[in-house]
């Protein structure tokens, strides 16, 4: 009895050890978990702001890619129905010179054309006042940026004037549309200093231009004590991000449309149709009056086969960071 007595609490001291350890390594867990969250949060800003930044610029090239496939079109168009304002001119293709205003008359075949010219000539100018609006048109406006924890303003990336990089990265280091605002409709996480690298790559409209952007924070540790006393730690991310042309080579009067509606045979039409009818011919849509003199042969119709296009699309893409950021970011204050 006397010994069993004697015994009893000799088991505290242990169970305080335990307890001090447990504590201990739920310390260092939840710091470690906070950590590794924060870091993973810093390069998910700054994967989202370098995407952004560069995707500005993509649009434009885009746009005038596009531009320049509506050119392309509208050209061909012209050269065609010149070809059959020359046809008819010297009674060849199909015509009958033989034929007074009747039936197919050359006469009336070359007169039918003119119109057709003339709004043809009338939607390439309107595409090539859209392509010189795009090139001449001023960048987008910057939002106003914070105030960085040095007291100034985050600092812009350098473009040229036609550039939108600098106004989409305003957007990603302003103080809107942030993560910690609790609004749920968040686009970019501004718990974040942004710092963009100031060397911003660009040759002209569809350069595979390059940005390079860094987001940091001071975070406040869980348990400064499982860290000998230290107080924060900096998280930050670095991503880079560039276009990357993507190049289709096709024929618009032979490639299927995909999104057109199926023709008679169920084969979807070709994304430039056969033009063989004049804008002014009267009646019903899409048949041809050949006793109005226009002629449903080749010299005189708008064939699209013959047009190969080279267009080239750029997309967003992140890519390995290289060189070095200039200016080190200041961190905001967790």
Not at 79 to 91: F, P
Request: with cysteine.
């Amino acid at each position: 009895m006397l010994n069993r007595n004697a015994s009893r609490g000799q088991t505290m001291p242990f169970w305080t050890l335990a307890i001090v350890l447990a504590l201990g390594l739920a310390l260092f867990v939840m710091n470690y978990t906070n950590t590794v969250r924060w870091h993973i949060r810093a390069q998910n800003a700054a994967d989202a702001a370098a995407l952004t930044t560069i995707a500005a610029d993509a649009n434009l090239s885009n746009q005038q890619t596009t531009i320049q496939y509506t050119l392309a079109v509208d050209e061909y168009r012209l050269r065609s129905i010149i070809n059959s304002m020359i046809n008819a001119a010297n009674s060849v293709g199909g015509c009958n010179p033989n034929n007074d205003d009747t039936g197919t008359d050359c006469d009336n075949a070359y007169d039918q054309e003119p119109e057709a010219y003339d709004k043809a000539l009338g939607a390439y100018e309107a595409a090539l006042t859209a392509a010189q609006n795009l090139q001449n048109a001023p960048p987008p406006n910057p939002m106003p940026m914070p105030t960085g924890s040095s007291g100034t303003p985050e600092p812009l990336p350098s473009a040229p004037a036609y550039s939108a990089a600098p106004a989409a990265f305003s957007l990603a280091a302003s103080n809107t549309n942030c993560w910690d605002q609790g609004t749920g409709k968040a686009v970019f996480d501004c718990s974040f200093s942004y710092t963009a690298n100031p060397d911003l790559q660009q040759t002209g409209l569809g350069s595979a231009e390059y940005v390079d952007i860094v987001a940091c924070r001071n975070v406040t540790q869980v348990s400064p004590l499982a860290f000998n006393g230290q107080t924060t730690f900096e998280a930050e991310g670095r991503s880079a991000a560039t276009l990357r042309p993507v190049t289709e080579q096709f024929s618009p009067g032979t490639t299927t449309d995909p999104n057109a509606t199926p023709g008679a045979g169920g084969t979807p039409p070709p994304y430039q149709q056969i033009e063989d009818c004049p804008p002014n011919m009267p009646g019903q849509p899409g048949i041809c009056n050949l006793s109005l003199g226009w002629l449903d042969t080749p010299p005189y119709i708008v064939n699209y086969a013959g047009l190969q296009v080279q267009a080239t699309f750029f997309v967003a893409t992140l890519t390995a960071p290289k060189g070095g950021i200039s200016v080190t970011p200041a961190c905001k204050q967790g």
